[in-house]
């Protein structure tokens, strides 16, 4: 295998793999134009995603792997199921859409995830963790009630199976004794050892055709012997407990191989090409490494998780003549007096820290999202007060909800999109019981390029209707930090959301003040409408209230709502326009809606938000353009209802 130390600048050459426009071809290659369709496809792979950015290390690291599954299987009719998917970029090179990589994750391009819509080879769409063993196993039940022969097959990696589905889904699969077969892709330690000799020679044997048939052989003869039967699983299932992590799941069922070096072609396709024949449920044990050929992503594979599209390089520009010298140096050091923008979860991470260091009692929470929640500090400085209960959403939130029950200040650092798997323990542990929780929600709106499964577009409305939640959107990088004090002295469920990226770039204050709770700002006074802004979208708001001459309220609050300052602005106006990166059902603009019904206030209203429609994959000005949420689609908005009213 050859490893690179940088990446490819230029195509490289892939002669063999460039002959596969369907995995098809792979199951007539020998050992040997594996092995070279392995090094071409991780050689492509690296320019790839060099020209378009995207996930990285995860699918350097299942490339041996990918080869041998369309290999050994056949797909599309055998179905192969990818977990969460940043691994399967390959996987996508292999079945099709070699040259579409290059717009992956662009506006109109590939999708970041494995998409049902997007190719046959692509048996589920996915985004979120755990789900690929119960969706597996939905399909070989659905196989074997029609009478269909064919392998169903689970890869999921050892970080997603931390999450409770995945462990449900194992316990129901061997229970029912569907044709299902599991590969777990170990690349981080977390199950066990590096792979030895002895490992490896045992996965070897247990992997074999002659094993498997005395194996099966075996309980036919002894199923005759009373108690002889229950001994020899007993005795098969300690020896392989004694070397290999296997009693977990024999337990539950399945037929445990590995671990083997998920590196190594030959045994991966030995081993993949036995199992496949084989009844039942079988579960196979690689281990791999992330970012593997790259050395870099091998060194950092926490950083090469994901890379930034590589722009060209450019020849140096000659030297300036010394009066455009003179002036660029003068922008420079006015570009440097100027606060560089923030990032939102940067905002979030320094507050935690800092109020940390104010409060004992605070405890920060997150469910395997410290790097991108910017954790990192806070983890490192306040060890003994940070949690990551890693992939699982529902456990974190429960968990925060016991915590505060003992007088704790927990602290729940998550993502809008994943906050949905921890709803009803967000409704049934911590709202109903009114415990004291912060909810600091990041990536709320539109996220960019991974798409419908990422964006956080339904908080709002599903945070709104949870009787007694504090629901708080800042405009800027300063509410953010005062607004997450707020939420933090409420005495009770309160939520932050902010979106992914920077802000605005005003100054962040040090001190931990909070405001007002339910409290809007009047920003400009205009003439006949006002917008009424929540949070993202008060930005655009400013450009469109200073080009119609209408009022502009920054409301701050989504719930409680500033009830007086939503009828005053429908006292002295005769349009309303509610701006929010949310969908416009049950969200902000809907508790305006109530508010004045419930007044009995009549007067004309215009929700704008985001469409009752999953969003596709693109860069977020790109996909707020789309939806009529950037400056220049809310004034067309509101020029046409005025037009028709």
């Known amino acids: 295998m050859k490893l690179f130390d940088e990446i490819p600048a230029e195509r490289p050459a892939t002669p063999l793999l460039d002959t596969l426009d369907t995995p098809a071809g792979l199951r007539a290659m020998s050992a040997a134009q594996l092995a070279q369709v392995a090094d071409e496809l991780r050689a492509y792979l690296l320019y790839s995603v060099g020209c378009s950015g995207g996930h990285f290390g995860a699918g350097l690291g299942v490339v041996e792997l990918t080869v041998a599954l369309h290999h050994a299987l056949s797909t599309p009719h055998d179905r192969l199921v990818w977990d969460v998917g940043h691994q399967a970029y390959p996987h996508k090179i292999l079945t099709g859409r070699r040259e579409a990589m290059l717009g992956i994750r662009q506006y109109g391009g590939l999708a970041a995830f494995p998409r049902r819509a997007e190719s046959e080879y692509d048996t589920f769409g996915v985004g979120h963790s755990s789900t690929s063993i119960s969706a597996a196993l939905g399909m070989a039940l659905a196989a074997r009630a029609r009478g269909e022969r064919r392998r169903v097959c689970a890869v999921i990696g050892d970080g997603a199976l931390t999450a409770g589905m995945a462990f449900e889904a194992l316990a129901h699969a061997g229970h029912v004794d569907a044709n299902l077969l599991v590969i777990l892709n170990d690349n981080e330690m977390s199950i066990s050892e590096n792979v030895g000799g002895i490992a490896s020679y045992l996965a070897r044997i247990l992997a074999s055709k002659p094993y498997t048939a005395m194996r099966e052989n075996s309980k036919r003869v002894l199923s005759h012997l009373p108690g002889a039967l229950e001994l020899a699983r007993r005795t098969e299932e300690h020896m392989k407990g004694m070397i290999s992590p296997a009693t977990l799941f024999e337990e539950m069922g399945f037929n445990y191989i590995g671990p083997i070096d998920g590196h190594d072609l030959?045994?991966?396709?030995?081993?993949?090409?036995?199992?496949?024949?084989?009844?039942?449920?079988?579960?196979?044990?690689?281990?791999?490494?992330?970012?593997?050929?790259?050395?870099?992503?091998?060194?950092?594979?926490?950083?090469?998780?994901?890379?930034?599209?590589?722009?060209?390089?450019?020849?140096?520009?000659?030297?300036?003549?010394?009066?455009?010298?003179?002036?660029?140096?003068?922008?420079?050091?006015?570009?440097?007096?100027?606060?560089?923008?923030?990032?939102?979860?940067?905002?979030?991470?320094?507050?935690?820290?800092?109020?940390?260091?104010?409060?004992?009692?605070?405890?920060?929470?997150?469910?395997?999202?410290?790097?991108?929640?910017?954790?990192?500090?806070?983890?490192?400085?306040?060890?003994?007060?940070?949690?990551?209960?890693?992939?699982?959403?529902?456990?974190?939130?429960?968990?925060?909800?016991?915590?505060?029950?003992?007088?704790?200040?927990?602290?729940?650092?998550?993502?809008?999109?994943?906050?949905?798997?921890?709803?009803?323990?967000?409704?049934?542990?911590?709202?109903?019981?009114?415990?004291?929780?912060?909810?600091?929600?990041?990536?709320?709106?539109?996220?960019?390029?991974?798409?419908?499964?990422?964006?956080?577009?339904?908080?709002?409305?599903?945070?709104?209707?949870?009787?007694?939640?504090?629901?708080?959107?800042?405009?800027?990088?300063?509410?953010?930090?005062?607004?997450?004090?707020?939420?933090?002295?409420?005495?009770?469920?309160?939520?932050?959301?902010?979106?992914?990226?920077?802000?605005?770039?005003?100054?962040?204050?040090?001190?931990?003040?909070?405001?007002?709770?339910?409290?809007?700002?009047?920003?400009?006074?205009?003439?006949?409408?006002?917008?009424?802004?929540?949070?993202?979208?008060?930005?655009?708001?400013?450009?469109?209230?200073?080009?119609?001459?209408?009022?502009?309220?920054?409301?701050?609050?989504?719930?409680?709502?500033?009830?007086?300052?939503?009828?005053?602005?429908?006292?002295?106006?005769?349009?309303?326009?509610?701006?929010?990166?949310?969908?416009?059902?049950?969200?902000?603009?809907?508790?305006?809606?109530?508010?004045?019904?419930?007044?009995?206030?009549?007067?004309?209203?215009?929700?704008?938000?985001?469409?009752?429609?999953?969003?596709?994959?693109?860069?977020?000005?790109?996909?707020?353009?789309?939806?009529?949420?950037?400056?220049?689609?809310?004034?067309?908005?509101?020029?046409?209802?005025?037009?028709?009213?």
Not at 548 to 559: E, G, I, T, Y
């Open 266 to 645: 030959n045994a991966l396709t030995h081993a993949l090409g036995n199992m496949r024949d084989l009844d039942g449920p079988q579960f196979l044990h690689v281990k791999t490494r992330k970012g593997r050929g790259f050395q870099p992503a091998e060194t950092d594979p926490i950083g090469y998780h994901a890379i930034t599209k590589l722009e060209k390089r450019e020849p140096a520009p000659l030297a300036p003549a010394q009066p455009q010298a003179s002036t660029s140096k003068a922008t420079s050091r006015n570009d440097a007096l100027r606060p560089k923008p923030r990032k939102y979860c940067n905002v979030f991470g320094d507050w935690i820290c800092d109020m940390a260091a104010a409060d004992p009692q605070l405890i920060g929470i997150t469910p395997a999202m410290r790097e991108g929640s910017d954790l990192i500090r806070f983890s490192q400085e306040y060890p003994e007060r940070y949690f990551d209960v890693a992939i699982a959403e529902q456990h974190a939130v429960t968990l925060a909800a016991g915590m505060a029950c003992e007088g704790a200040k927990p602290v729940v650092a998550i993502y809008s999109t994943f906050l949905q798997r921890g709803y009803d323990q967000l409704i049934h542990d911590v709202s109903v019981q009114h415990l004291d929780v912060t909810f600091a929600i990041d990536r709320a709106g539109l996220v960019g390029e991974d798409g419908p499964t990422h964006h956080g577009s339904m908080d709002l409305s599903f945070l709104r209707c949870v009787p007694g939640m504090v629901v708080l959107a800042p405009a800027d990088e300063a509410e953010c930090r005062a607004m997450l004090s707020t939420a933090y002295h409420y005495p009770g469920p309160a939520a932050v959301r902010y979106p992914r990226g920077t802000g605005p770039g005003v100054e962040i204050p040090a001190h931990l003040e909070p405001i007002e709770i339910g409290h809007a700002e009047t920003r400009r006074h205009g003439q006949k409408m006002a917008l009424l802004a929540f949070g993202s979208l008060n930005g655009p708001a400013a450009e469109v209230a200073d080009s119609l001459d209408a009022s502009h309220l920054n409301m701050r609050s989504v719930k409680p709502l500033d009830r007086d300052a939503v009828l005053a602005a429908a006292r002295d106006h005769d349009l309303l326009v509610t701006l929010e990166e949310n969908v416009v059902a049950g969200g902000a603009g809907s508790a305006v809606n109530e508010l004045l019904a419930a007044e009995g206030v009549q007067i004309e209203v215009l929700n704008l938000g985001l469409p009752d429609a999953f969003v596709e994959h693109g860069k977020p000005g790109e996909l707020l353009a789309e939806c009529g949420l950037d400056a220049a689609g809310i004034e067309a908005a509101i020029r046409r209802r005025l037009a028709a009213g």
